[in-house]
């Protein structure tokens, strides 16, 4: 049995032409036609561009209210899955996007000292919006298989596949079909072109896309163009990006934006001296830590050992240093203070350990201070570990990765 179909929305165009459609045709996508068996959720990050946010209260709330559609809001409400979901807004009257709950993206990036991961594909997607919708939605279902429409376009193919998978091992594990996955933009063979088309005709205007500010894929959620042009009318949410990955790449050198990139080279091409001055304003008033950063990189299994020895192996000659293995990281606060106090700090430490200060622009161009205690061979040797010291904007949270300090202990002690 089913028990309601529910639009899983985001706040873009996609989702807003699924959601239109609908409402135009109800019985074309069993749905009722007084709209008592269907709802509307959508999850925020807390991060969104404001333009996007005015589109949907102007244009699509005042559509929901006229037809008494319900129209749920929810964020996560901590960092662990125990805290629950925050529901925001529950109402068939709605009036207001709550764009951010208790917990955000944002905050979780910044006590984490990372920018979103562009290996692996969207986990920050599952994590803040996957995740709360679903438990607002089994739990209201109370068994019952959920429809939920997904406004994926005809040119996703590829994303309603790779979802349908995901859905087949989450019912596998459930022992029971939880969610009955439906996509009708693809169904009715609207790409991106129609679906634009159909909103402007529909709405007058032409949608604000919706993405975070911080997304790693903003060159391909909006032209890049498009984007640099959006970050320099809101100049405020880049130099917070800026920050942010200014402080991953004080951690981590590899750990930029893009893939192959940085925000800050982008923005600096671009000539948006508003941005960049909001970022070193930033970066000049707030608080700074010295922060102890230590590595350990594995080396990981032959292929020949999975082969041999199933899943697991801690068999040392069975590794090899030219083969990933896993990386195991701890970051410590060990003070705080001004920008300049931290510097001076870092100075100090230096003399006292005899090593250099090394004063870097080659990763990041604002330039990062490090001293190195212990330096890893090269990039692609694993096997190894890295020890440091370097200033950065205070905030992230001490964390190891669980059995860090026995794989340290182990990797430094036999080197």
Same mark, same amino acid.
Not at 66 to 88: C, D, F, M, N, P
Not at 233 to 262: C, F, G, I, Q
């Given at each position: 049995?089913?028990?309601?179909?529910?639009?899983? =929305?985001?706040? #873009?165009?996609?989702? &807003?032409?699924? $959601?239109? +459609?609908?409402?135009n *045709?109800?019985a074309a996508?069993g /749905?009722?036609?007084?709209f008592?068996?269907?709802?509307?959720?959508?999850?925020?990050?807390?991060?969104?561009?404001?333009?996007?946010?005015?589109d949907?209260e102007n244009h699509?709330?005042?559509?929901l =209210?006229?037809? #008494?559609?319900?129209? &749920?809001?929810? $964020?996560? +409400?901590g960092?662990? *899955?125990?805290?629950?979901?925050? /529901?925001?807004?529950?109402t068939t009257?709605p009036?207001?996007?709550?764009d951010?709950?208790?917990?955000?993206?944002?905050?979780?990036?910044?006590?984490n000292?990372t920018?979103?991961?562009?290996?692996?594909?969207?986990?920050c997607?599952?994590?803040?919006?996957?995740?709360?919708?679903?438990?607002?939605q089994?739990?209201?279902?109370?068994?019952q298989?959920?429809?939920?429409?997904?406004?994926y376009?005809?040119?996703?193919?590829?994303?309603?596949?790779?979802?349908?998978?995901?859905?087949?091992?989450?019912?596998?594990?459930?022992?029971?079909?939880t969610?009955?996955?439906?996509y009708p933009l693809?169904?009715?063979?609207w790409?991106?072109?129609d679906v634009?088309?159909?909103?402007?005709d529909?709405?007058?205007?032409?949608?604000?896309?919706?993405y975070c500010?911080?997304?790693?894929?903003?060159?391909?959620?909006?032209?890049?163009?498009?984007?640099?042009?959006?970050?320099?009318?809101?100049?405020?949410l880049a130099?917070?990006?800026?920050?942010?990955?200014?402080l991953?790449?004080?951690?981590?050198?590899?750990?930029s934006?893009?893939?192959?990139?940085?925000?800050?080279r982008?923005v600096?091409?671009?000539?948006?001296?508003?941005?960049?001055?909001?970022?070193?304003?930033?970066?000049?008033?707030?608080?700074?830590?010295?922060?102890?950063?230590q590595r350990?990189?594995?080396?990981?299994?032959?292929?020949?050992?999975?082969?041999?020895?199933?899943?697991r192996?801690?068999?040392?000659?069975c590794?090899?240093?030219?083969?990933?293995g896993?990386?195991?990281?701890?970051v410590?606060t060990?003070?705080?203070?001004?920008?300049?106090?931290?510097?001076?700090?870092?100075?100090?430490?230096?003399t006292?350990?005899?090593?250099?200060?090394?004063?870097?622009?080659d990763?990041?161009?604002?330039g990062?201070?490090?001293?190195?205690?212990?330096?890893?061979?090269d990039?692609?040797?694993?096997?190894?570990?890295?020890?440091?010291?370097v200033?950065?904007?205070a905030?992230?949270?001490d964390?190891?990765?669980?059995?860090?300090?026995?794989?340290?202990?182990?990797?430094t002690?036999?080197?």
């Amino acid at each position: 049995m089913q028990h309601c179909r529910i639009g899983d =929305r985001g706040l #873009g165009v996609d989702s &807003t032409a699924l $959601a239109l +459609a609908i409402i135009n *045709e109800p019985a074309a996508f069993g /749905v009722a036609t007084d709209f008592s068996d269907f709802s509307i959720v959508t999850a925020m990050t807390g991060f969104e561009f404001p333009d996007t946010i005015s589109d949907v209260e102007n244009h699509v709330l005042p559509l929901l =209210r006229e037809k #008494g559609i319900r129209y &749920t809001q929810v $964020a996560r +409400a901590g960092h662990l *899955e125990s805290a629950g979901v925050q /529901v925001l807004s529950d109402t068939t009257n709605p009036g207001k996007v709550f764009d951010h709950g208790q917990w955000t993206l944002m905050d979780e990036l910044e006590a984490n000292g990372t920018v979103p991961q562009y290996a692996g594909g969207h986990k920050c997607a599952q994590k803040f919006k996957a995740f709360a919708i679903d438990d607002l939605q089994l739990r209201e279902a109370g068994g019952q298989t959920v429809g939920k429409l997904f406004g994926y376009n005809a040119d996703e193919r590829k994303r309603a596949v790779k979802a349908n998978k995901a859905q087949a091992e989450r019912n596998e594990r459930a022992g029971r079909q939880t969610f009955a996955l439906d996509y009708p933009l693809l169904r009715l063979g609207w790409g991106r072109k129609d679906v634009q088309g159909y909103v402007k005709d529909r709405l007058g205007i032409d949608m604000s896309k919706s993405y975070c500010p911080v997304c790693p894929f903003s060159g391909v959620c909006s032209p890049q163009p498009d984007h640099l042009k959006r970050l320099r009318k809101y100049p405020d949410l880049a130099a917070r990006v800026l920050r942010l990955e200014y402080l991953s790449m004080a951690l981590n050198d590899n750990s930029s934006l893009y893939k192959d990139d940085t925000l800050f080279r982008r923005v600096t091409h671009d000539q948006n001296t508003e941005a960049l001055g909001q970022f070193n304003a930033r970066l000049d008033e707030e608080p700074w830590a010295v922060y102890r950063v230590q590595r350990v990189y594995t080396a990981g299994r032959r292929p020949e050992c999975k082969t041999d020895h199933g899943d697991r192996c801690a068999k040392p000659e069975c590794r090899d240093n030219g083969i990933k293995g896993t990386v195991y990281r701890s970051v410590k606060t060990v003070r705080t203070g001004s920008r300049t106090e931290a510097g001076t700090f870092l100075t100090t430490a230096a003399t006292a350990l005899n090593r250099p200060v090394e004063h870097s622009t080659d990763a990041h161009g604002a330039g990062i201070a490090r001293v190195r205690t212990r330096v890893r061979p090269d990039s692609k040797t694993y096997g190894t570990a890295e020890d440091f010291y370097v200033t950065a904007p205070a905030g992230v949270q001490d964390k190891a990765r669980p059995a860090f300090a026995e794989v340290w202990a182990a990797m430094t002690d036999s080197q």
